[in-house]
Structures are given as structure tokens and as C-alpha cells.
């Protein structure tokens, strides 16, 4: 069963700041879930069986590509921090 | 005067035609209705503001000829459709400042034909809800009793074509999402086979469950919107190319149903003696009503609240306070991007990453997400093998009729299961549709619901035409 340590390390994880008084009530609702959902962990089949699906080719072709630039200011529109075309964002390294 | 209470798309393409309004004077109407009912039912999120713009446009295409289904037809677009220009936050905090910089496909077809754009509706939060109450923007109310809930996720397009504010809306179908408000709020609501309406521009859930769906009055109004935007899409990996659109030309005549499914419990009673009643007179227009036996599809919810949490975890993973959206300062990258999701995304969307995040996590995968992808191929073989012997499959729509405000909101299982019915169509893939079926005793709609083989929306739109009049 899933514990507080589990809900830290999921929030981690998924890069999600919790706050103290959240972490039992989602530990609540995760169990209440994982009670419901474990039907499917119950039902006995040997997945090795899954046979793939028809497989094809959905990329499109790589063909005329679009100048340089024309979108850029665009969707830098919606950054929340941009310098010289560039979305900005802290140091990394 | 417009007779706004019985128009649909088909009167108002007669009368726009033949001049007996303009499409101005139709917008005009739909915006009346929404200044006078908006403020309680909180339907609209945004009405935009060239509405009378695009409607005179409209007009003149008619003047000149240039006439489609849809020239001058008010729509209302749940918000996590993008609309160049416009803003969609998908009911969430985390884009509220978002405006998108492309138009969905389904946006440009119907911009092509001149369709009148009313505005952006409520829902829950990134689609993540079944009663439209999850969205940073406030409830949205039932039009036909405002103690209640209109549905989700897409409540907000159902509300607004039901309390009269737009003649027609799209919203968007994960596992329900459409069927089920439509149910709620008694309206004509169509999941499309997956594939048939392009994904490009809708802010995915569960890229795999995922379509555009429609909201209208009549049967008649869902096969002219389905038709206008069924096509293949370069720009949509998983649209069904035109080759592959065979489409079956004979008339359903036989009715499966999946009875142990219906006897699990937690069906109202009064839906399922409404249910019984519409079977009684489908079999006496003619059709044949048969038993089936599907196992398998009692495991369809709990499959589907595996599958679309883990696409959730990934899909969402793009809102790191940095592309786009609301940020949050921190101290350093890490911090922005936990403070940024932390604040932005509200409980439920919070919850369904956690639980993607713990699926998809080393050690759980195989036992919950291959488990899960291994049955729902179970699930869609065994549907696949009952439309052998069947042309449609039938069930109620939902379990229970339009539940009161701020019920099942502390009990997350309990607002998953009122999506019970509806998660075998997502999970195959096939086309389903939701049709009033009548009223309860305490004056609310009941809905009757059909599932058609893949690509076979035409048996839907045929048997949907009669059982409105039934």
C-alpha cells in the first residue's frame, strides 16, 4: 500500500510542489484510487501474449521545411521569459 | 423575432439562405440570450468580441454565394480547443495568460466555411472531471435545474447549448467527456471513431482516448457537424487516412445488449426502466434486441483510470513554468518548475499526474500499464467479435441522471464511475452517441446510448434519426 514517503517521492518525480496538509489527503485519494483500479493488477493473464499491432510508418516526410525564424516571435509570445529569441530559463549547470 | 428554441442547423441554413435573417441577426440573438444568462450559469469562459465581425462576414459569403453547411451557424468551443489569437486555458490556472499562436484543425475547417465563433466555454480542468466543478474558473451550472451539475468534462458547451446560448458547440471526448453532459443536460452528443476528427490543436489528455466531439440538439445537427470534419490530416499522426475509411452502407438492424455489464450495480433504477422502455420500442419499430455476453467490459473504468492517468503524467510533463504559462520565481530551475506546477495546476490534475507518475514508475508498469494496454486489447477484440453478431451495442448513458452541486467531489472513485458507460467507445475506439431518451420523475434528463462498430458513425446518425421520433 502506498505511504507518505510515497507521495513525497511522487511529487518529486513529477516535479510538483505539495504542501504538508495535502500530502494525506492525497495519500487518501491515491489508496482510494489504487483500491479501485487493482481489479485490473487481480486479473491473471500472461501479458507475454500480447500480440503487436499492425505496425506503419506515421511520421510525414521531413520535405519543405519553413524559413528560418517565421514562427519564432510567435510562440515566443507565450514564454514567460525570452531574450534575444530566446526563451530564457535559470542557470542549468 | 428568431425562434430560438427550435432552430437547428438545418432551419437556420434555410432561413439564412433565403434572407429571412442574417447571420448577424442570429449571432445577435445567441448573444442576447448569453447577457442575460451567462452571469448565472457561468457556460461561457470568454464571448469574443468581433462576433458580429465574423457574422457580417458570413453574411456576405451567403450574399455571394459561397454557401456550406455551416457559413453563418453560431458555435461555442470548450476551452482547451485552440483558436489563433484567442486565449485557452483548459480551465486551468496554469494558462490563464495562454494564447495560442495556431488554429486546431477543426477550428480551420470550420473557419473555411464561415462558421460564427461565440466563445470559449468552461470545463474541468484540463478535461479532468465529470461535472465540470475542477476548472480554476468557477462551476458551470445545469441549465435545467441549477442545483446541478451540467456534467464534464466539456459542461460548459453542454450548458451553453441547452440554456439556448449557442445553437451548436464542440467539446472533447476522453472517456465520456461529451456523452455524459449531454446526458445531463439533455442534448445529442457524438464520440467520433478515433481517427476520424483530427487531434491537431486540442491540448491533449490521453493522446490514444482523445477525439473532438460535438454537442447539438437533433441527431440530424451531429451527422452535419461530424461530416464537415471528418477527414484525414497530415498534421495529426493517428488520423485515419483516406484509404483506410471504408465506410459499411447497410442499414443497423440488430441491437446487442451487454446485460451483466448493466446488472454490476449502481444504476438508478429509473434509468434502467427508461432504458427498458426504449428497447421495448426500438423492437417495435422493427428492430431486433439481443442479449450479448462481454465479460471484459467491467474492467473497462479501472483500465481506462490506468491508461489515460499515465498519458496525463507525460502529456503534462510540457507545463514547467518555462514554454508557456504561469511561472513561478524560484531559486533555481528545479524550484521554478515545482513552484510553477505546484501553484498552476489545481487538486484533481495534481492527483491524476501522481498516479500516472506512480504507474508508469519502475516496478508498477508492468502490473498496472502493460496490464492494462494487454486488456483494453482484450476489451476491443471482444467488441470487435460481438458487432460479428450485432450492428450496435446499447446501454444507458450514464448510471445516474445530473447529480446536485458538490456531490462526489470528496470521493474521486465515485465521480469516475458516473463515466462507466462511456469508457468501452474510448478504449475501442469506436463511434458512440448519446440521445435524450425521456425525463425523470424529478424532471431531468435521461439519455440512451449507442455504440457503432469503427467508422461506422452512419448506423448511429440512421438509428439516432429514429428513436428521436420514436
Request: proline letters at 4%; one cysteine or more; aromatic letters at 8%.
Given at each position: 500500500?502506498?505511504?507518505?514517503?510515497?507521495?513525497?517521492?511522487?511529487?518529486?518525480?513529477?516535479?510538483?510542489d505539495?504542501?504538508?496538509?495535502?500530502?494525506?489527503?492525497?495519500?487518501?485519494?491515491?489508496?482510494?484510487?489504487?483500491?479501485?483500479?487493482?481489479?485490473?493488477?487481480?486479473?491473471?493473464?500472461?501479458?507475454?501474449?500480447?500480440?503487436?499491432?499492425?505496425?506503419?510508418?506515421?511520421?510525414?516526410?521531413?520535405?519543405?521545411?519553413?524559413?528560418?525564424?517565421?514562427?519564432?516571435?510567435?510562440?515566443?509570445?507565450?514564454?514567460p521569459?525570452?531574450?534575444?529569441?530566446?526563451?530564457?530559463?535559470?542557470?542549468?549547470? | 423575432?428568431?425562434?430560438?428554441?427550435?432552430?437547428?442547423?438545418?432551419?437556420?441554413?434555410?432561413?439564412?439562405?433565403?434572407?429571412?435573417?442574417?447571420?448577424?441577426?442570429?449571432?445577435?440573438?445567441?448573444?442576447?440570450?448569453?447577457?442575460?444568462?451567462?452571469?448565472?450559469?457561468?457556460?461561457?469562459?470568454?464571448?469574443?468580441?468581433?462576433?458580429?465581425?465574423?457574422?457580417?462576414?458570413?453574411?456576405?459569403?451567403?450574399?455571394?454565394?459561397?454557401?456550406?453547411?455551416?457559413?453563418?451557424?453560431?458555435?461555442?468551443?470548450?476551452?482547451?480547443?485552440?483558436?489563433?489569437?484567442?486565449?485557452?486555458?483548459?480551465?486551468?490556472?496554469?494558462?490563464?495568460?495562454?494564447?495560442?499562436?495556431?488554429?486546431?484543425?477543426?477550428?480551420?475547417?470550420?473557419?473555411?466555411?464561415?462558421?460564427?465563433?461565440?466563445?470559449?466555454?468552461?470545463?474541468?480542468?484540463?478535461?479532468?472531471?465529470?461535472?465540470?466543478?475542477?476548472?480554476?474558473?468557477?462551476?458551470?451550472?445545469?441549465?435545467?435545474?441549477?442545483?446541478?451539475?451540467?456534467?464534464?468534462?466539456?459542461?460548459?458547451?453542454?450548458?451553453?447549448?441547452?440554456?439556448?446560448?449557442?445553437?451548436?458547440?464542440?467539446?472533447?471526448?476522453?472517456?465520456?467527456?461529451?456523452?455524459?453532459?449531454?446526458?445531463?443536460?439533455?442534448?445529442?452528443?457524438?464520440?467520433?471513431?478515433?481517427?476520424?476528427?483530427?487531434?491537431?490543436?486540442?491540448?491533449?489528455?490521453?493522446?490514444?482516448?482523445?477525439?473532438?466531439?460535438?454537442?447539438?440538439?437533433?441527431?440530424?445537427?451531429?451527422?452535419?457537424?461530424?461530416?464537415?470534419?471528418?477527414?484525414?490530416?497530415?498534421?495529426?499522426?493517428?488520423?485515419?487516412?483516406?484509404?483506410?475509411?471504408?465506410?459499411?452502407?447497410?442499414?443497423?438492424?440488430?441491437?446487442?445488449?451487454?446485460?451483466?455489464?448493466?446488472?454490476?450495480?449502481?444504476?438508478?433504477?429509473?434509468?434502467?426502466?427508461?432504458?427498458?422502455?426504449?428497447?421495448?420500442?426500438?423492437?417495435?419499430?422493427?428492430?431486433?434486441?439481443?442479449?450479448?455476453?462481454?465479460?471484459?467490459?467491467?474492467?473497462?473504468?479501472?483500465?481506462?483510470?490506468?491508461?489515460?492517468?499515465?498519458?496525463?503524467?507525460?502529456?503534462?510533463?510540457?507545463?514547467?513554468g518555462?514554454?508557456?504559462?504561469y511561472s513561478a520565481d524560484g531559486?533555481?530551475?528545479?524550484e521554478v518548475y515545482m513552484k510553477s506546477r505546484g501553484q498552476g495546476?489545481?487538486?484533481?490534475?495534481?492527483?491524476?499526474?501522481?498516479?500516472?507518475?506512480?504507474?508508469?514508475?519502475?516496478?508498477?508498469?508492468?502490473?498496472?500499464?502493460?496490464?492494462?494496454?494487454?486488456?483494453?486489447?482484450?476489451?476491443?477484440?471482444?467488441?470487435?467479435?460481438?458487432?460479428?453478431?450485432?450492428?450496435?451495442?446499447?446501454?444507458?448513458?450514464?448510471?445516474?441522471?445530473?447529480?446536485?452541486?458538490?456531490?462526489?467531489?470528496?470521493?474521486?472513485?465515485?465521480?469516475?464511475?458516473?463515466?462507466?458507460?462511456?469508457?468501452?467507445?474510448?478504449?475501442?475506439?469506436?463511434?458512440?452517441?448519446?440521445?435524450?431518451?425521456?425525463?425523470?420523475?424529478?424532471?431531468?434528463?435521461?439519455?440512451?446510448?449507442?455504440?457503432?462498430?469503427?467508422?461506422?458513425?452512419?448506423?448511429?446518425?440512421?438509428?439516432?434519426?429514429?428513436?428521436?421520433?420514436?
Amino acid at each position: 500500500m502506498v505511504n507518505i514517503q510515497d507521495v513525497e517521492k511522487l511529487a518529486q518525480l513529477a516535479r510538483i510542489d505539495i504542501s504538508e496538509g495535502e500530502k494525506e489527503e492525497l495519500l487518501k485519494d491515491l489508496r482510494g484510487i489504487l483500491d479501485y483500479i487493482d481489479q485490473v493488477r487481480a486479473v491473471s493473464v500472461d501479458i507475454g501474449e500480447r500480440e503487436a499491432g499492425e505496425v506503419r510508418n506515421v511520421m510525414r516526410e521531413d520535405a519543405n521545411p519553413h524559413e528560418s525564424g517565421v514562427y519564432t516571435e510567435k510562440i515566443l509570445a507565450s514564454a514567460p521569459a525570452t531574450e534575444n529569441g530566446y526563451v530564457k530559463v535559470k542557470q542549468i549547470l | 423575432m428568431i425562434n430560438l428554441k427550435d432552430i437547428t442547423i438545418s432551419k437556420a441554413r434555410i432561413s439564412l439562405d433565403s434572407k429571412e435573417f442574417s447571420a448577424r441577426e442570429l449571432a445577435q440573438a445567441y448573444l442576447d440570450v448569453i447577457k442575460e444568462k451567462n452571469t448565472e450559469i457561468n457556460a461561457y469562459l470568454e464571448v469574443f468580441g468581433d462576433v458580429l465581425e465574423q457574422a457580417d462576414n458570413a453574411d456576405k459569403m451567403i450574399s455571394e454565394g459561397k454557401i456550406f453547411p455551416l457559413t453563418g451557424i453560431p458555435f461555442a468551443f470548450k476551452d482547451n480547443i485552440l483558436i489563433e489569437g484567442r486565449h485557452a486555458s483548459a480551465g486551468s490556472k496554469i494558462l490563464e495568460n495562454y494564447v495560442a499562436s495556431y488554429d486546431a484543425t477543426v477550428i480551420k475547417l470550420l473557419k473555411d466555411q464561415g462558421a460564427v465563433f461565440l466563445g470559449r466555454t468552461n470545463m474541468d480542468e484540463f478535461a479532468m472531471g465529470s461535472s465540470t466543478q475542477t476548472s480554476a474558473y468557477g462551476i458551470t451550472k445545469n441549465p435545467v435545474d441549477i442545483t446541478r451539475v451540467p456534467g464534464g468534462s466539456s459542461g460548459g458547451s453542454a450548458a451553453a447549448v441547452a440554456s439556448g446560448m449557442t445553437l451548436v458547440a464542440l467539446g472533447t471526448e476522453t472517456c465520456g467527456s461529451v456523452r455524459q453532459p449531454a446526458s445531463f443536460c439533455g442534448l445529442v452528443g457524438l464520440k467520433p471513431t478515433y481517427g476520424a476528427l483530427s487531434r491537431y490543436g486540442l491540448m491533449a489528455m490521453g493522446n490514444s482516448l482523445d477525439q473532438p466531439a460535438p454537442f447539438t440538439k437533433t441527431v440530424i445537427d451531429s451527422e452535419i457537424i461530424f461530416k464537415t470534419l471528418s477527414e484525414y490530416d497530415l498534421m495529426d499522426s493517428t488520423s485515419m487516412p483516406e484509404n483506410m475509411r471504408v465506410v459499411d452502407n447497410k442499414k443497423p438492424k440488430k441491437i446487442g445488449v451487454p446485460r451483466s455489464f448493466l446488472n454490476q450495480g449502481g444504476v438508478d433504477t429509473e434509468v434502467l426502466a427508461n432504458f427498458e422502455q426504449s428497447l421495448e420500442k426500438l423492437k417495435n419499430i422493427g428492430y431486433e434486441i439481443v442479449d450479448i455476453d462481454l465479460p471484459i467490459l467491467e474492467y473497462s473504468l479501472a483500465v481506462y483510470y490506468i491508461i489515460m492517468p499515465a498519458e496525463v503524467s507525460t502529456n503534462l510533463s510540457r507545463f514547467d513554468g518555462i514554454r508557456y504559462g504561469y511561472s513561478a520565481d524560484g531559486k533555481d530551475l528545479m524550484e521554478v518548475y515545482m513552484k510553477s506546477r505546484g501553484q498552476g495546476f489545481g487538486k484533481e490534475v495534481r492527483r491524476r499526474i501522481m498516479l500516472g507518475t506512480y504507474i508508469l514508475s519502475h516496478g508498477y508498469y508492468d502490473a498496472y500499464y502493460n496490464k492494462a494496454v494487454f486488456l483494453r486489447d482484450k476489451i476491443t477484440k471482444d467488441i470487435d467479435e460481438a458487432f460479428k453478431n450485432v450492428d450496435l451495442i446499447a446501454t444507458p448513458t450514464t448510471p445516474t441522471t445530473a447529480f446536485k452541486i458538490g456531490e462526489k467531489m470528496d470521493d474521486p472513485v465515485a465521480m469516475y464511475l458516473s463515466d462507466i458507460f462511456s469508457a468501452p467507445a474510448n478504449l475501442s475506439g469506436c463511434p458512440s452517441i448519446a440521445i435524450p431518451s425521456g425525463i425523470s420523475s424529478d424532471g431531468l434528463p435521461l439519455s440512451f446510448q449507442f455504440v457503432a462498430p469503427r467508422l461506422c458513425e452512419d448506423f448511429l446518425f440512421d438509428i439516432g434519426k429514429k428513436f428521436e421520433t420514436m
